[in-house]
């Protein structure tokens, strides 16, 4: 089946700094991905829809010049955490689809800001 | 989004069947109903998925009620890797799938298995 890889699957930053993520469709091309976040014991949360070639959608709430996200490619999408905060210690996931098949999702990215 | 009901937690032993309940009274005709799991530090994936008829893989069973206000994930043999959060979500196919993946997570059922 089709395969989504995130990188790096856990990252540990100093408060202030910037932290990019990357995630690549390995064998389909995805017009579109898809961002969660997740706190600990809880559920996953959107937060944007990244769209090759055009700027991504945020969901309401979520600060689009704090998390940057860049989808360049068919099958790579980027999440770039700008001066991260320890409050943005989560785990980031994307995810992927093709069409007329289930949502493909990334192992995940452990973000740990110290 | 239709809403969604599961327990928050069910426990089984390995080797027995285990029924996840989901009830989903305002879906719509459209709908069609997903099971994805997250095991520990990892990102979802996929179960199962249906309509109105029932549904197998090699993973599990999906038992659709007749009015499809409620579902079932049938797990036939637990095992230890069964062990995850356990969503039920509904979500509506595109046509064009741009908008396929974009998921509505609820809390899940955390699905504990003893050996």
């Known amino acids: 089946g089709a395969v989504v890889s995130q990188h790096p699957s856990w990252v540990i930053c100093k408060s202030g700094t910037s932290v990019k993520i990357e995630c690549r469709s390995l064998?389909?091309?995805?017009?579109?991905m898809f961002w969660y976040r997740q706190f600990p014991k809880q559920s996953l949360m959107l937060m944007a829809t990244s769209n090759e070639g055009s700027k991504a959608t945020y969901e309401q709430g979520v600060e689009k010049d704090k998390f940057l996200i860049n989808h360049a490619s068919l099958t790579l999408s980027t999440l770039t955490v700008t001066s991260a905060h320890p409050e943005d210690s989560s785990f980031y996931i994307c995810?992927?689809?093709?069409?007329?098949?289930?949502?493909?999702f990334g192992q995940g990215t452990r973000l740990t800001v110290v | 989004d239709a809403k969604t009901t599961q327990p928050n937690s069910m426990e089984s032993n390995e080797e027995e069947p285990v029924h996840l309940p989901c009830n989903h009274s305002?879906?719509?005709?459209?709908?069609?109903i997903h099971w994805y799991r997250q095991l520990p530090s990892q990102g979802p994936e996929y179960v199962i998925h249906?309509?109105?008829s029932n549904v197998n893989n090699r993973m599990a069973s999906l038992a659709i009620a007749e009015d499809r206000k409620s579902s079932t994930l049938i797990l036939h043999r637990a095992t230890l890797r069964d062990a995850a959060v356990y969503y039920c979500?509904?979500?509506?196919?595109?046509?064009?799938?741009?908008?396929?993946?974009?998921?509505?997570f609820g809390q899940g059922t955390i699905l504990t298995v003893h050996p």
């Open positions: 979500i509904l979500s509506r196919f595109n046509a064009g799938g741009t908008s396929y993946g974009k998921l509505t």
């Open positions: 064998d389909f091309q995805a017009t579109t």
């Open positions: 305002t879906i719509s005709g459209t709908d069609y």
């Open positions: 995810s992927a689809g093709e069409y007329g098949t289930e949502a493909f």
């Open positions: 249906g309509l109105t």
